[in-house]
């Protein structure tokens, strides 16, 4: 059965703090593996990686891909009390499907 | 980016009543759509896979009687929640895949989702 899972579940750290959300993942057909931001409602687009080993970068956010481990990562670096939310990591899988795991509640406080 | 717009964002209806849910592709076409529900404090469900002109692929223990859903166009997906009962009550999101070349293929963008209460 396919599935991912994020860990933490939960992570609450001060302004400033760097954190490090986890994502693993048993997918058959994998094709990619994507990273949603959500506050209240809509996840919104985060990244999308296909190769390994190669960082994608936005602002403070990065994250990176190691399909032999079946793995990633996502950074945020100096973090804000903007970047509070849930994190959802999702692995497409064959026929468009998205396959989500239960997601990281970050917490920052000021 | 590309828009998906969901309506109503908020509903609350008796025991036993249907109701709709629209999902809309603002600025793009989509022969796919996706149903997606969430718990609180849990992650999205895929629910089911929406179809432009034919049947809704449905995942494995999703009642496709009580959840029908109609692709009419390539811009507006629908979902009836049937009956609903208060165990329906969730947060129902949509999400659809704007053709490639308008963004990096297979990417979901997301509605900003329904919240049903069921009384």
Redesign the interface.
């Given at each position: 059965e396919d599935k991912v899972v994020q860990s933490p579940l939960s992570l609450v750290v001060h302004e400033g703090d760097t954190v490090t959300l986890n994502c693993s993942y048993e997918v058959t057909n994998f094709r990619s593996l994507l990273w949603y931001k959500q506050e209240k409602k809509a996840p919104t687009f985060l990244f999308m990686l296909t190769s390994s080993g190669i960082e994608k970068k936005s602002g403070r956010l990065s994250s990176i891909l190691d399909k032999k481990e079946l793995f990633s990562i996502l950074n945020i670096t100096a973090t804000q009390t903007g970047d509070s939310a849930i994190y959802l990591c999702a692995v497409e899988a064959a026929g468009d499907k998205l396959i989500f795991g239960t997601g990281t509640r970050l917490q920052v406080f000021p | 980016?590309a828009v998906?717009s969901?309506h109503p964002?908020w509903v609350i209806c008796k025991s036993g009543t249907s109701v709709k849910i629209e999902c809309r592709s603002l600025d793009f076409q989509a022969t796919?759509m996706?149903w997606?529900r969430q718990f609180p404090?849990?992650?999205?469900?895929?629910m089911a896979?929406s179809n432009e002109g034919s049947k809704a692929?449905y995942e494995q223990g999703v009642e496709k009687d009580k959840f029908l859903i109609n692709h009419a166009s390539l811009t507006l997906s629908t979902l009836t929640v049937t009956s609903a009962h208060p165990e329906d009550s969730s947060f129902y999101?949509c999400?659809a895949?704007p053709p490639a070349g308008r963004v990096?293929k297979?990417?979901?963008?997301?509605?900003?989702?329904t919240r049903l209460s069921v009384l």
């Open positions: - | 980016g998906v969901q964002s796919t996706f997606y404090k849990q992650s999205l469900m895929l896979t692929t999101i999400s895949n990096a297979n990417i979901q963008y997301f509605g900003a989702g």
